[in-house]
T-cell receptor
Framework: DMKVTQMPRYLIKRMGENVLLECGQD?????MYWYRQDPGLGLQLIYI???????SEGDIPKGYRVSRKKREHFSLILDSAKTNQTSVYFC?????????????FGSGTRLTVL | GEQVEQLPSILRVQEGSSASINCSYEDSASNYFPWYKQEPGENPKLIIDIRSNMERKQIQELIVLLDKKAKRFSLHITDTQPGDSAMYFCAASSGANTGKLTFGHGTILRVHP
């Protein structure tokens, strides 16, 4: 059963704290993504990873960094979280075929920064 | 980068009628246009997609149309059911085979019995 797993589902942090969001997939997909979803703004791409240690900025990378040391695992890090980073974060993965791949999303992490 | 505009933001229809969602994009190099459905509290899931070498695609009650000249694409749901109520996102690839998808802002569809 193809699955993208995100942990945790809910997280509350204080402004200035560090945040680690974890994502795993069991499909051996090369490509993984981090998106954030805000009301009225849809899904915005933060980072894309093409494979281990091969990461590229998305449309809104400021304030975030990522780590991919194993193909099945992709982390999103917020160093010194800000209140405007309160959002729902979705991880996704896809099989790379050169363009036009289906994204499989995790269940999301709802992050609140106080 | 690519920009995708999606309208309407909210769509209310009667059960059994059709629903249409329209999207436009800016990058003429974009060649892949998927549609995702997100139910409340759930993750987005692919429901249908179309590539730039096609103008029309249908899967059961879902029809997608692509007009490359106008840089517009649309989703049409025929014979809507209450189970079609959800958030729908259109998306476009950013071209150059980067794998980056740019999503529209979403349409909340409410199908009333």
């Amino acid at each position: 059963d193809m699955k993208v797993t995100q942990m945790p589902r809910y997280l509350i942090k204080r402004m200035g704290e560090n945040v680690l969001l974890e994502c795993g997939q069991d499909m051996s997909h090369e490509t993984m993504y981090w998106y954030r979803q805000d009301p009225g703004l849809g899904l915005q791409l933060i980072y894309i990873s093409y494979d281990v240690d091969s990461n590229s900025e998305g449309d809104i990378p400021k304030g975030y960094r990522v780590s991919r040391k194993k193909r099945e695992h992709f982390s999103l890090i917020l160093d010194s979280a800000k209140t405007n980073q309160t959002s729902v974060y979705f991880c996704a993965s896809s099989l790379w075929t050169g363009g036009g791949e289906t994204l499989y999303f995790g269940s999301g992490t709802r992050l609140t920064v106080l | 980068g690519e920009q995708v505009e999606q309208l309407p933001s909210i769509l209310r229809v009667q059960e059994g009628s059709s629903a249409s969602i329209n999207c436009s994009y800016e990058d003429s190099a974009s060649n892949y246009f998927p549609w995702y459905k997100q139910e409340p509290g759930e993750n987005p899931k692919l429901i249908i997609d179309i590539r730039s070498n096609m103008e029309r695609k249908q899967i059961q009650e879902l029809i997608v149309l692509l007009d490359k000249k106008a840089k517009r694409f649309s989703l049409h749901i025929t014979d809507t059911q209450p189970g079609d109520s959800a958030m729908y996102f259109c998306a476009a690839s950013s071209g150059a085979n980067t794998g980056k998808l740019t999503f529209g802002h979403g349409t909340i569809l409410r199908v009333h019995p």
